[in-house]
């Protein structure tokens, strides 16, 4: 299993999934679910409205997937972060972590790349939110399957270099 650090865009990662940082609507205004929805086109949109439809919202720690649209990746995973304060955030997160991975296995998925869920608008404190991320694809790595590579892919400094500095403190081999 390969695990590295990204600072970039996610948008541009080429890998066979990308996780969106969305909310429960799949409404993609800003932040990394608008990002993605303008780069990939109109089908995330409308494969996320579809799925709304059929299936309902998708609440806190559940995942629900679309294609990618114009992006290089196969597959987004729309992971439901918690907001920082409606309670059980930790468990939340880790929900929501461990379902987009789970899904990019059944996917077939060798390769995902996975932003800092619930940090941005949602509120969650980028610290504690990157050690659960990191902590929930470890425990996820330790059992063999499709997925090969994570990403942890972010577009702002200050938030890569938590995790930068997270992963390499775990010394990881």
Not at 15 to 25: G, L, P
Not at 105 to 129: D, H, M, Q, R
């Amino acid at each position: 299993m390969k695990i590295s650090v990204i600072y970039g865009d996610i948008t541009e990662e080429e890998v066979d999934a990308i996780v969106n940082a969305a909310n429960s609507h799949l409404s993609h205004g800003g932040g990394v679910a608008g990002a993605i929805a303008r780069r990939g086109g109109e089908q995330i949109r409308a494969e996320s409205r579809r799925w709304i439809e059929e299936h309902g919202i998708v609440p806190a720690g559940s995942v629900a997937v679309t294609g990618a649209g114009n992006l290089s990746a196969k597959y987004v995973i729309h992971a439901v972060g918690p907001r920082w304060g409606e309670g059980d955030e930790e468990t939340k997160l880790k929900n929501a972590v461990r379902n987009a991975l789970e899904k990019a296995g059944e996917l077939k998925c060798k390769s995902i790349s996975i932003p800092a869920l619930s940090t941005g608008i949602f509120g969650f404190p980028k610290k504690p939110a990157a050690k659960i991320i990191v902590d929930e694809a470890i425990k996820f790595a330790k059992n063999p399957g499709t997925v090969r590579e994570i990403r942890f892919c972010n577009i702002d400094a200050e938030t890569s270099e938590i995790f930068k500095n997270y992963v390499a403190g775990l010394n990881l081999k």
